[in-house]
């Protein structure tokens, strides 16, 4: 029997068409219950305080990074979304002096406009954000060169090259309303897909790529970029897909309860946990990497139950 339709966009797959059963588990997750939800290779961390979650979040760079040598260059791949702990980034690596020479950097994901991405001059390009809140703030000495800075472009091949002979110690991420991260977004429900969304064993094929992107997805970064103004928005993106994601040796997700909700964040961490794979929820499938780490801020998870604004 094919599954139920989405009840936000019956064209594509999401979170909606879970049986529910497992809606309603996940929406009864108390904070307490999440913290409980590790187990070996899924970690839950909470921090009290917002300055503590991204100075957190800005120390990932710097310990990957510490460990970059010419022999045995070392990178990190981060998300546009959240963005405050870039600048701290910066101000870490001027103040503890330390040389990036040797380090690199992958952007997640850019916009994707009529075939090609979006040049760093437009105003939403995440390529512009990275450089602007962070790489144009280090002293020039300190910095890595240009060609250590890999931003994700239609023609992929480039981007996806520069993941050989280089170590991604940790790949950071937010959680988006549609449950992705970076712009791993489900898939549209056409063709094969039609009753029945990918397999994992599918979707884990995926490489860096242009997507099209969820109506949720559109909407939400209207929301948080763009002031609500969805027209501003566009409906691609190129994305680092879970080919590289796999290839990092940790996967770091931060929620402080601004990109997604608290079903969505307690929605994934009990799929993950509990090793419930489902393309309809992309971030599911990180069930099956071995060292991945979900960081909260205690005051953003929330509450599920039904309050009338």
């Known amino acids: 029997m094919p599954r139920q339709l989405s009840s936000i966009a019956p064209d594509w797959w999401d979170y909606t068409t879970l ?28 921090y009290d305080t917002l300055e503590d979650f991204y100075l957190a979040e800005a120390l990932e760079y710097i310990t990957a990074w510490k460990q970059s040598t010419p022999d045995n260059p070392v990178g990190i791949c981060g998300p546009i979304g959240p963005t405050e702990q870039l600048p701290l980034v910066a101000r870490l690596v001027n103040e503890l002096d330390l040389s990036l020479r040797s380090a690199h950097f992958w952007g997640m994901d850019e916009w994707c406009i009529d075939g090609k ?22 002293r020039q000495e300190l910095v890595m060169p240009d060609e250590h800075l890999h931003f994700p472009k239609a023609d992929t091949e480039a981007y996806r090259q520069s993941w050989e002979g280089v170590r991604c110690a940790v790949m950071q991420g937010g959680q988006g309303d549609i ?108 069930a099956d990497h071995p060292n991945v780490q979900f960081n909260f801020y205690r005051h953003g998870i929330g509450s599920c139950a039904v309050e009338m604004h």
């Open 179 to 286: 449950k992705h991260w970076a712009f791993n977004d489900p898939p549209k429900r056409e063709g094969q897909y039609k009753d029945h969304p990918p397999s994992p064993e599918e979707y884990r094929k995926l490489t860096t790529r242009v997507v099209d992107l969820h109506p949720i997805t559109i909407a939400q970064n209207a929301r948080t970029s763009g002031g609500g103004n969805i027209t501003l928005v566009p409906t691609q993106a190129i994305t680092v897909g879970p080919v590289e994601t796999w290839k990092a040796e940790k996967v770091s997700i931060w929620q402080a309860g601004t990109h997604d909700n608290p079903f969505g964040q307690r929605l994934t961490t009990f799929m993950i946990s509990k090793k419930i794979q489902d393309t309809a929820v992309p971030m599911s499938l990180l």
């Open 19 to 46: 049986d529910s059963d497992l809606i309603e588990e996940v929406a009864q997750l108390t904070p307490e219950k999440m913290m409980k939800l590790s187990r070996p290779g899924f970690k839950v961390v909470f």
């Open 117 to 138: 991405e979006v040049s760093p001059d437009h105003p939403l390009s995440f390529e512009k954000a990275d450089r602007s809140l962070c790489f144009d703030r280090i």
